[in-house]
């Protein structure tokens, strides 16, 4: 499963821009809110094969994998929380501050949304919205950290290239 099969759709307000960039070896969709708003959010998406076909199995590797990405061993992540979504998705969300190679400090703001794939596997989307560690508290940072927040809450994931589902004629099934 490449980052081309699954699309995510975030419902952000007008005038944020989108483009791919390279982040630490993965491509990822990168959005950006209007100047002069600070942060850029980035997003990536994943498919994770459950242990087996049923739905149990599906809805443990759910929880497993939020449970994985709010790092409950790592002491610099903070305000960590696992959600349930409708028909069986979860969202999983923590903070940390991080420390860039020139110095500066950000706030990362991380998003997990997952919901049951296939019936054998379990799709995500994992988003972080980094912003200026001096920003903290700035009205204009808060906005953009909102906006972020309520389009990865109102997400949606949706499974592209699948043959099962193609047609064959715009796919190349």
């Given at each position: ?19 791919w ?49 709010v ?28 420390a ?74």
């Amino acid at each position: 499963m490449s980052i081309a099969d699954i699309a995510v759709t975030l419902p952000l307000p007008d005038g944020w821009s989108q483009d791919w960039e390279v982040n630490e070896g993965q491509r990822v969709q990168a959005f950006r809110p209007p100047p002069p708003a600070p942060g850029v959010l980035r997003v990536l998406t994943d498919s994770i094969a459950a242990a087996g076909v049923d739905p149990g199995s599906v809805a443990v590797k759910l929880r497993e994998i939020a449970v994985r990405f709010v790092r409950p061993d790592d002491a610099r992540v903070f305000d960590r929380l696992i959600e349930d979504r409708p028909a069986g998705g979860l969202i999983a969300t923590a903070a940390l501050i991080a420390a860039q190679d020139d110095g500066r400090e950000e706030t990362h703001y991380l998003w997990m949304v997952a919901e049951p794939g296939d019936g054998a596997t379990v799709i995500a989307a994992m988003a972080a919205l980094a912003l200026p560690r001096d920003a903290d508290g700035d009205p204009l940072a808060a906005q953009v950290a909102e906006a972020a927040d309520a389009a990865l809450r109102a997400a949606s994931l949706i499974r592209v290239n699948d043959r099962k589902g193609s047609c064959g004629t715009c796919c190349g099934g």
